[in-house]
């Protein structure tokens, strides 16, 4: 059998897009699931999607940026699954505005899901984690963790710090039973545009120009997404880029580093919600 079809994965925004595309692919593969999402609704949906399952599914709703809650994920996905081999940190939100036009309330809500989300996933997990044969952790930064658009300010840093402490937890664990890979979506085909938050003082044309740029560039299905995902798990792949966008930007930042925003600024000029 493969890692992902006897295994046992936590897979934080199942509720929807790639984190329900995900939880659809792991079923049929086989592995049992615990499903974790804020929106209890969505959830409840994905689990009900889930005809082809092999192996029991349980669901949680809670919002990773709160830590005890993500404490209390831990132990009842141990207590009720016994153990876990593969943790996937996808659940995030965006946040509409550029830096001036939003708060600092408005700052915080957004890195307390995209980053401390993922941050408070790895620390309760991990030692469960470390006690299997082998185990895998994957954690969602985006093609805006490369690249950094106008309007983005909360949204990259996020995305920059994910990337980030994905890449130094691999090194950390390296030579060990843990695998850490990181993945950059580019534009999937998602609601994260339409449920972006509104910066405290951010224009209310933004959001629709968002919406409107965003259904343009995000053209790759979130069910492509996590068969790209999942394969970069099997292959045990460090680093995940989704879509040739994001192939194509990553190039770019390589070949322009300081400069790469002037090749870019017509394309992603207005403040979009994300590229996941």
Not at 97 to 106: A, C, H, K, M, Q
Not at 244 to 265: C, E, F, G, N, T
Request: charged share 20%; aromatic share 6%.
């Amino acid at each position: 059998m493969s890692f992902l079809q006897s295994g046992v994965a936590v897979v934080t925004g199942a509720g929807s897009g790639i984190g329900r595309a995900l939880a659809q692919n792991l079923a049929a593969k086989g592995s049992a699931l615990a499903l974790a999402d804020v929106d209890a609704k969505g959830l409840n949906e994905t689990a009900a999607s889930l005809t082809t399952k092999k192996a029991e599914v349980t669901t949680h709703a809670l919002n990773v940026a709160d830590e005890a809650a993500v404490k209390a994920l831990a132990e009842d996905v141990i207590a009720r699954h016994g153990h876990v081999t593969l943790l996937i940190n996808n659940a995030g939100v965006a946040l509409l505005g550029r830096f001036e036009e939003i708060s600092l309330d408005d700052f915080r809500w957004l890195m307390d899901i995209n980053f401390w989300g993922t941050v408070y996933g790895v620390k309760y997990f991990l030692p469960v984690l470390k006690q299997q044969a082998r185990a895998h952790i994957v954690n969602l930064s985006s093609i805006f963790g490369i690249v950094a658009p106008v309007g983005q300010s909360a949204y990259c840093s996020s995305k920059f710090a994910v990337r980030g402490f994905t890449e130094c937890l691999r090194h950390e664990l390296e030579g060990t039973n843990v695998l850490v890979t990181s993945v950059h979506p580019g534009g999937i085909a998602t609601a994260i545009a339409k449920r972006a938050r509104l910066g405290a003082n951010t224009p209310q044309i933004t959001q629709k120009e968002s919406v409107s740029l965003f259904e343009k560039v995000a053209r790759i299905p979130p069910e492509v997404a996590a068969e790209t995902i999942l394969r970069g798990v099997e292959q045990r792949q460090g680093r995940v880029l989704i879509g040739s966008d994001a192939r194509s930007l990553d190039i770019l930042q390589r070949l322009r580093p300081a400069s790469y925003w002037k090749v870019l600024a017509k394309r992603y000029a207005t403040p979009g919600a994300g590229a996941k």
